[in-house]
């Protein structure tokens, strides 16, 4: 196993002309069989758990120096999706590639489910999570026995570099390789034919993706964004969902994939509720957000003026203050926002929250239906009723009750979108599944040959058939 991640963009050197050769190398290897054994699965996922283990703290400043993000969330948030992944597929290794009994069909003989690896898959990700997003998918790709090509982000530019010198060092690089770039180096991995490609990003490089893997017909996992509407009803703790909405709202400055994209709350707690948010955040981060190293910044000026643009006009309830120099934005909540404002128009992706007074859950069911189908769905209510109405009469990837991100932590549960937010979900068995095929067999026996099925088709043998259908 020797080191050999290529590293493309941003390290000048390497060529782009190696892509080709690459992928065909590591389908060389897949064809060779060698990662369809349950042994190469298991050293590799090893493997991916002692990377995570012996490199945590170069990954901690490597995500330090590209987005300021805190030791805890780096860890807790983004590395540590690894072992939590690998773990579990270590565990249940065996009992997810055992052949699945379907049963017996008279005359027919024993029918059995087997997961075969798809061969060669491409695993895009993105720059906000940029450990997890790229590796928790890999664990998914090892259990299921493919060989896989890595394309971190190149916005989280230091983190793609220590993940370039330190996973080969674990890994078989015959069967997994990383490849660092930006869109050119992407655009030539996707020229490449590829058997399953899974992509986490934004819905318009979505859709070169699925462009790319239409010419070959390569099936596609896509993990997207969207507006994730928070409904605060008024039977909800207000103090209680202030703080956990401001957790996964200000959490990696409102770069997550799921954060709270906005507030409908009733119109007779709004005042409340943005009262408890700011008291919530002036808790977290002891009214200091720029020096605060609890903060992360926003990735990039990018980024910074996109965000910072979204706010111009809109009337501040708290926060607000935003720095070019640092990236920076504080913590900051809107009011009186109009629906029809530019940031209700797209996934703000940023720490600003606009909250949209309701005059109830109808109205913020109506709301939420006019938009496209989001990536996570919260609602705060002490009332089973709104719950089941809420869930019921609205669509969306996930959906959390009375708390914020927290779904993503279970891998027993599907993680992905619905409509524009994904397409496809990964995470525990769901990711093993995904780098799966789903063989269907049946074996028969020799010895009852059933001689009337076989032609010539009598008369009387097609009156059999019609009485028994
Ligand atoms: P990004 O800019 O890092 O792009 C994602 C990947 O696409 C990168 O590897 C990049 O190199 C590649 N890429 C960019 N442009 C390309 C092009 N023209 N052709 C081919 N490849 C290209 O990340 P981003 O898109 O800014 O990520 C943020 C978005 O991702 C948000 O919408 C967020 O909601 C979503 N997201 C979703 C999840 C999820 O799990 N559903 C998780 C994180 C982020």
Not at 71 to 86: C, F, K, M, S, W
Not at 235 to 246: E, K, L
Request: aromatic share 6%; proline share 6%; net charge negative.
């Amino acid at each position: 196993m020797s080191a050999t991640a290529i590293h493309l963009a941003p390290v000048p050197t390497s060529p782009i002309e190696e892509i080709a050769p690459l992928v065909a190398r590591l389908r060389e290897t897949f064809d060779s069989g060698r990662t369809r054994s349950l042994e190469w699965r298991r050293q590799q996922l090893k493997g991916l758990i002692r990377f995570a283990d012996e490199n945590s703290d170069a990954l901690v400043k490597a995500l330090q120096a590209d987005m300021g993000k805190p030791e805890l969330e780096a860890r807790a948030a983004d590395i540590g999706q690894i072992n939590v992944e690998a773990k579990l597929a270590l565990k249940n290794l065996k009992k997810w590639t055992r052949p699945q009994s379907a049963g017996k069909v008279p005359f027919m003989g024993k029918s059995f489910v087997v997961r075969d690896p798809l061969g060669v898959v491409l695993i895009i990700a993105p720059w906000n999570y940029p450990v997890g997003l790229l590796l928790s998918p890999l664990v998914g790709a090892i259990a299921a026995g493919n060989a896989a090509v890595l394309k971190p982000s190149e916005v989280t530019a230091h983190t793609s570099a220590a993940l370039a010198e330190l996973l080969p060092q674990y890994l078989d690089t015959d069967a997994i390789a990383l490849v660092e770039g930006g869109v050119p180096e992407t655009s030539a991995l996707l020229e490449q034919r590829f058997d399953h490609i899974m992509y986490t990003g934004n819905g318009s490089v979505a859709k070169v993706v699925m462009e790319a893997a239409a010419k070959y017909l390569t099936p596609v996992t896509l993990e997207l964004g969207g507006k994730s509407p928070c409904i605060v009803d008024r039977t909800a703790d207000i103090p209680v969902t202030a703080r956990r909405i401001a957790w996964g709202k200000f959490m990696n400055a409102g770069q997550t994939c799921i954060a709270p994209d906005y507030i409908l709350v009733d119109e007779s707690i709004e005042d409340e509720l943005i009262r408890e948010l700011e008291k919530s955040v002036n808790e977290f981060y002891g009214g200091e957000t720029l020096e605060n190293t609890d903060y992360t910044r926003i990735v990039n000026a990018r980024h910074h003026k996109r965000v910072s643009d979204l706010m111009a006009g809109e009337e501040i309830a708290f926060g607000g203050e935003s720095r070019a120099e640092d990236c920076h934005i504080e913590p900051t909540v809107l009011r009186n926002v109009s629906p029809d404002s530019p940031i209700m128009a797209s996934e703000i992706f940023g720490p600003v929250l606009p909250v949209l007074p309701v005059k109830g859950v109808d109205d913020a069911i109506d709301f939420v239906n006019r938009g496209e189908k989001p990536l996570a769905l919260y609602l705060f209510s002490g009332d089973s009723g709104t719950e089941e109405r809420v869930l019921g009469e609205t669509s969306s990837g996930g959906a959390c009750i009375n708390g914020t991100i927290m779904h993503i932590g279970n891998s027993k549960m599907p993680f992905g979108g619905v409509g524009p937010s994904g397409m496809g979900a990964y995470h525990g068995k769901y990711s093993f599944e995904t780098f799966s095929h789903r063989k269907a067999v049946l074996r028969r026996g020799f010895k009852f040959d059933i001689k009337m099925m076989y032609p010539p088709y009598t008369e009387k043998r097609t009156k059999m058939v019609k009485k028994m259908m």
